[in-house]
């Protein structure tokens, strides 16, 4: 007996309701959750409602409450629950269900069974009427039903006269049947007023149409009327929103509004179709499948709300308010992320957010000169308004701007005009913030000053030559100061701030041994980084102006020998230190622009259009990179580069990292620096489960073309566009002292000698990226999945997946089996194109500090597109801080054929590969402690065999053959070996004329001949989409059954014997001929002709002769391989739609936990189960279950059970027992094991097995 039960799900949201600006209702398949929105927005409770529909609306009705008075919430206060209950109507597809909210326990209940309708409901609204409670639905081809809640029988039914197909409706309802008005959108392109309620006739007479509105020319996907301005807004598929004059619509009597309705006006703003839109006083908001949520007032766009991958925005709600109120928006994706935002009252500052995209602010310099370098000068940057810089001139003064006031800080000599470099730092003195400025010439000199008392300020010397950068590194009670000058010399000082009489400010700097650059053209800092690490001295991490990464150590006094205090005493105020490690020209030759420290990992930036996440990493002296450093001997610390992120197309100057949500605080991050950072640097080893060491969410700034940008790689969005003009200006971003996005921002710049603002300094505007209820995974259909293994302590186990979609994206998933909870630890977008399938290699491991929390590390190999294969080493722990998984990526290496080809000297002699070329599939050949082999399916008919070295970072074609002249779309492997040990490879392509081939791989090699398969075989009328392969021995060879689903639905079991040679030909076989080491012989087929009624998509095992397959059919379907054939044992109906991928493992083998969680009703259907199973007779054949197969029962309330059965006779079925694995035999109990699903969406089934 089997049965398959949803454990977790993520499917595009399509349907969005608030309850009274207090909660948030969400629909995701069948799936009601309850938002909470005060004090902050968090998910409450979920319950399955609609079975096997999603969920397209939701209606609710205060069941008994107060209704609030005044919806008005001051500021840190929280509004009061005055509701107790509310009844909801729940309807997607052909049903409907009611459901009952109680708020106070956050608890949803099932009101009775569900309903199913023979037509789509479009829309549904309870009657407001006294009486009984009745719903009014509005159906697809223009009808319209009135349902009894109670009894949910239909009391009315009404056509309208124009019986055609609608994409949208919208029921003006009141208190009867007689008041509904009915607004929908037809196939037509046009919208149809008419009243089901009608007086004059039964349900057979049609009602006419009152009212037509015409002028879009696409499909109306979404129809909003608002009652207090007499207006109706439709949403189409010509990309357009347009906003009517209807007058009153419903109410009593059921008014049809203005005999002669007139279009407003017609709003483009979205860049793709339109889905939804919403009507509030004063404003509209229209969400579309371009992912923006945009927000009108009249006929302009005055802000757009965005934070969804691709696929768009599925669902949109407004909360009920006033014109003078602000309101939640809710916006759900195709990537099955829900965000909410507050959006404030019309104001004038509404306007002001998307006018910056093209209006800047000029803030109108007063001072001598003209401004060359600007820099922030803020003791407090929360707000906008109170926002100062400091302006540095060609003249060598330096002017602040405050208030909207200029006035002169500091006038530098003769030897300070004509060039200077200038920044500036926030130190705390006491219990304010002081700002201290460093202002260097051509002729070495330092100036450093307060800016709030430049008199103060001391002249520092760092040599004859030009002062090509000043770089501040904040520290208690002062600073860091490094200069580079001319030969490679950066001098550095500590810069002290000290409080003195009559509250004047004192500077004292300490001359600190230099640093010493490689020797390259461009020899000067551009940016650093300072980390303490405990006894042996703090390092510095740095990169220099032609792209390479720095790491120098200096060492505490009192941990040094004799002979180096002696040595640093003699050279006091010459010494310089030299770099450790060096990873010269990492960044290309124009250089590094900024280097930033976050949880123990490092972030560069360059104009290359790259981000790249490092780490200090402590090896062997032996094993170290640079040679040339002796330093570098005694310490064995190295810089190594974990993974590189790119920016968007054209996004080539990149400027800095900005962490998107911080982690910790100021304090804790200085705590863990005072722990130190030795800790982590392990030999060659990463603590995942450490919360120290974790990659941090980020975002890039930089430019891209003339704009400034900041970008974030993840959502593949922008945060922010300014028109600046492009690089090479300065620049200064508000708020810039923490390093941190808050999410909203201004853009300070010098263009043409003026210094400009992207936007006007007034009121601060915050919250604007709004807050993510769940997080979205991909936009489009995932095509691709890898289970990974579980992580987390003993009593919350995360399961841990790789998914690989058609956005381009990889996404490692945490998901949490008991709560079906679902996390995003890392999204990967380094593909070209679509990523269409996934290889791992998971090496389990303790938890690093002793603790037995289990980790995980894995080679992951993505391959897709464009002939694009990227190879990564994924380390993934528990994170004890935060309570939950914890991924970091590094990149291995990476591979494309075209790049390959162009390598190769004689490439004039080839043809050059097709750039068009898809890798289908991919299958591990061999593991080694350093590397796999791989061999890939490819769409231009070859079958390729790849070596992935990880210490080399090195991915090697090792020979391709094109056997197929066909598409391989699967490949598998196994592994033989034979009494003696000896071990044999076998790989199984199969291309789209249904041809399955195996071949008898030769140990991998560089240098070897492409083998021939041994044997071919058809197993399908068409493509051969999936391939599943197990073992098992026999006499004098061993048995080896190949599973095989395709583009005919048909499920294929061939069988085939493998036979090894006697002792004496192995001996004397000659290695020109691999081939006659094994005979293949094919012994026996099974076919199941309708295994799905569509393309089966994906093929898995459980274990040995178990296995699960899928079809864009949404059904998943369980068989059992056995000595008389193949055998239907269950199916339960997929929420994901145009399933694709499959992922199987077994339960963790404990099948007394499993059944702790089993509720009394699934106990009390199993045992009704087994008593029905044990009255049966004898059931039907093998060939009848192979056309018709199991399925889902279902309770007197409709609900699914999802258990099935085997459908076979009892001798049968006793023999198929005798031939079952040991571990069937021995587990006489429960069994739980795991099958993850995805498609359009990813679902987790809990699949439950018993053996009675």
């Known amino acids: 007996m089997s049965a398959m039960e949803p454990a977790a799900l993520v499917a595009p949201v399509t349907a969005l309701e608030f309850i009274q600006d207090q909660y948030l209702l969400a629909g995701e398949g069948p799936l009601l959750t309850v938002y909470s929105l005060w004090p902050r927005p968090k998910a409450c409770t979920s319950l399955s409602v609609l079975q096997h529909y999603r969920i397209h609306g939701i209606r609710p009705r205060i069941h008994s409450a107060v209704r609030p008075q005044n919806n008005k919430k001051e500021e840190g206060l929280t509004p009061s629950t005055e509701s107790t209950v509310y009844d909801l109507v729940v309807f997607g597809g052909k049903a409907v269900r009611l459901v009952r ?38 159906l697809a081809h223009n009808r319209a039903l009135l349902l009894d809640a109670n009894t949910r029988t239909p009391l009315f039914q009404r056509s309208c006269v124009e019986g055609c197909l609608l994409y949208s409706t919208l029921l003006l309802v009141h208190q009867s049947w007689a008041d509904t008005v009915l607004v929908g959108g037809t196939v037509f392109n046009q919208l149809v007023l008419w009243k089901p309620g009608e007086e004059g006739g039964g349900s057979e007479h049609k009602a006419p149409v009152q009212r037509r509105l015409l002028g879009h020319s696409g499909v109306i996907f979404s129809v909003s009327y608002l009652q207090d301005e007499g207006c109706l807004a439709s949403a189409s598929d010509d990309r357009s929103v347009r906003v009517w004059g209807v007058g009153a619509l419903g109410g009593p009597g059921g008014s049809c509004g203005d005999p002669d309705p007139v279009c407003l006006r017609v709003l483009y703003g979205h860049q793709a179709r339109v889905f939804s839109v919403r009507l509030a006083p004063g404003q509209v908001f229209s969400a579309g499948e371009d992912g923006a949520c945009l927000v009108w007032d009249g006929g302009r766009v005055i802000r757009t709300l965005k934070g969804h991958r691709a696929g768009g925005v599925r669902a949109l709600a407004v909360s009920d308010g006033t014109v003078d109120e602000d309101r939640w928006v809710a916006t759900g994706g195709a990537d ?14 509404m306007g002001k957010v998307e006018e910056t995209a093209e209006k800047l602010t000029d803030l109108k310099f007063s001072g001598d000169g003209v401004p060359k370098v600007v820099c922030p000068a803020d003791e407090d940057d929360s707000d906008w308004s109170q926002s100062g810089f400091v302006v540095c001139t060609d003249l060598g003064s330096v002017y602040r701007y405050r208030n909207g006031l200029w006035g002169l800080v500091w006038r530098g000599p003769s030897d300070f005009q004509s060039y200077c470099v200038m920044e500036t730092v926030s130190v705390r003195v006491k219990s304010s913030w002081v700002q201290i400025c460093a202002v260097g010439n051509l ?17 520092l010397n760092a040599g004859s030559g030009k002062i090509h950068s000043i770089i501040w590194q904040k520290d208690e009670g002062g600073g860091f100061l490094l200069a580079s000058g001319a030969e490679g010399r950066v001098h550095r000082w500590c810069v002290q701030v000290t409080s003195g009489e009559s509250c004047h400010l004192v500077l004292s700097a300490l001359p600190l041994p230099g640093f010493l650059l490689p020797l390259c053209v461009k020899r000067w800092l551009t940016g650093a980084v300072r980390v303490r690490s405990g006894p042996q001295g703090a390092l510095w991490v740095c990169g220099d102006r032609r792209g390479s990464l720095l790491l120098f150590q200096e060492k505490d006094e009192s941990n040094t020998d004799d002979e180096e205090k002696e040595r640093m005493e003699v050279t006091k105020g010459g010494l310089t230190l030299e770099p450790t490690s060096v990873l010269f020209g990492v960044h290309g030759k124009q250089g590094v622009t900024a280097v930033t420290a976050c949880a123990g990992l490092f972030y560069s930036t360059g104009r290359d259009g790259c981000v790249r996440v490092f780490r200090v990493r402590q090896t062997k002296p032996d094993h170290r ?21 790119r920016a968007c197309k054209g996004m080539e100057w990149l400027d800095r990292v900005l962490v998107l949500e911080p982690e910790t605080t100021e304090e804790e991050e200085e705590e863990e620096e005072e722990e130190g950072m030795m800790d982590n640097l392990d030999e060659g080893t990463f603590k995942a489960e450490d919360h120290r060491v974790r990659e941090t969410r980020f975002v890039m700034a930089g430019f891209h073309g003339v704009h400034f940008v900041v970008w974030d790689p993840v959502k593949q969005e922008r945060l922010l566009a300014v028109p600046c003009g492009g690089g090479h200006r300065s620049w200064t971003l508000w708020p810039s002292l923490k390093g941190v996005w808050p999410g909203y921002g201004a853009l300070v710049f010098i263009k043409q000698g003026a210094l400009m603002a992207s936007q006007p300094p007034g009121p601060t505007r915050t919250g604007t990226t709004g807050w993510t209820l769940r997080d979205g995974v991909h936009g489009r259909g995932v095509g691709c999945v890898r289970r990974l293994g579980r992580v987390g302590p003993p009593e919350g186990l995360w399961e841990v997946a790789v998914t690989g979609g058609e956005d381009t994206s990889v996404a490692v998933l945490a998901v949490r089996p008991d709560s079906g909870a679902v996390r995003v630890l890392a999204v990967l977008t380094d593909h070209i194109s679509s990523v269409r399938t996934l290889m791992a290699v998971t090496r389990p491991g303790g938890g690093a500090d002793g603790d037995g929390t289990p980790s995980l590390s894995a080679v992951l190999v993505s391959a897709g597109g464009r002939a694009q294969m990227q190879c990564y080493r994924l380390l993934i722990g528990w994170d004890r801080q935060r309570a939950a998984p914890s991924c970091q990526v590094i990149q291995v290496a990476r591979h494309r054929l075209d790049e390959q080809w162009e390598r190769k000297r004689d490439r004039h002699k080839m043809v050059k590969m097709d750039p068009e070329t898809r890798y289908m599939s991919v299958a591990v050949v061999e593991e080694g402690t350093d590397g796999v082999v791989v061999a890939l399916g490819c769409s231009d008919g070859a079958v390729r065999l790849f070596s992935i070295c990880e210490t080399k970072h090195r991915i090697d074609l090792l020979w391709e053959s094109f056997h197929h002249q066909r598409c391989v779309l699967s490949v598998a492997t196994c592994s033989l070996e034979d009494a003696e040990g000896n071990r044999v490879l076998l790989l199984f392509s199969a291309s789209t004329d249904g041809q399955v081939s195996v071949w008898d791989l030769p140990p991998p090699s560089s240098s070897q001949t492409p083998p021939l398969p041994c044997l071919s075989f058809p197993a399908h009328q068409s493509g051969v989409n999936a391939l599943a392969v197990w073992t098992e021995e026999d006499e004098g060879g061993c048995l080896v059954t190949v599973a095989s689903g395709g583009d005919d639905g048909q499920l294929t079991v061939s069988v085939m014997r493998v036979q090894f040679p006697h002792e004496a030909s192995r001996g004397t076989s000659s290695t020109s001929e691999p081939l006659n080491r094994i005979q293949v012989r094919l012994r026996s087929q099974a076919r199941v002709p309708l295994a799905h009624a569509a393309p089966l998509t994906a093929l898995q095992t459980v274990r040995p002769g178990l296995l699960v397959s899928t079809s864009s059919d949404q059904r998943v379907c369980l068989w059992r391989v056995g000595g008389t054939g193949v055998v239907h044992r269950g199916a339960v109906c997929s929420h994901v739609a145009d399933a694709a991928a499959l992922s199987v493992w077994e339960g963790d083998g404990d099948p007394r936990r499993e059944r702790e969680r089993r509720t009394g009703a699934e106990t009390i259907r199993e045992t009704d189960e087994r008593t029905e199973e044990e009255g049966e007779g004898e059931g039907e054949g093998l060939g009848d279950e192979d056309k018709g197969g199991g399925g889902a029962t279902e309770t007197e309330t409709g609900d699914p059970v999802n258990e099935t059965r085997d459908g076979q006779s009892g001798n049968q079925s006793q023999r198929d027992h005798k031939r079952g694995t040991d571990e069937d035999r021995v587990d006489q109990v429960d069994r739980v094991d795991w099958v993850l699903v995805c498609g359009q969406g990813v679902q987790l089934l809990r699949l439950r097995q018993t053996n009675t």
């Open 101 to 138: 909210l109680h708020v106070d326990q956050q608890h949803l209940e099932a009101r009775g069974p569900l309903v199913e309708l023979q037509d789509w409901a479009l829309d549904v609204r309870w009657l407001s009427g006294d009486g009984p409670p009745l719903l009014c639905v509005a």
């Open 336 to 349: 099955g992320g829900v965000r909410v935002w507050r959006v404030e009252a019309n104001d004038d500052r």
């Open 443 to 459: 002729s070495g000199s330092v100036f450093v000053f307060p800016v709030s008392h430049p008199q103060s300020g001391i002249l």
């Open 625 to 645: 990179e640079n040679k040339n450093s002796s330093r570098g001997a005694a310490s064995g610390l190295q810089l190594e580069v974990l993974r590189v992120q």
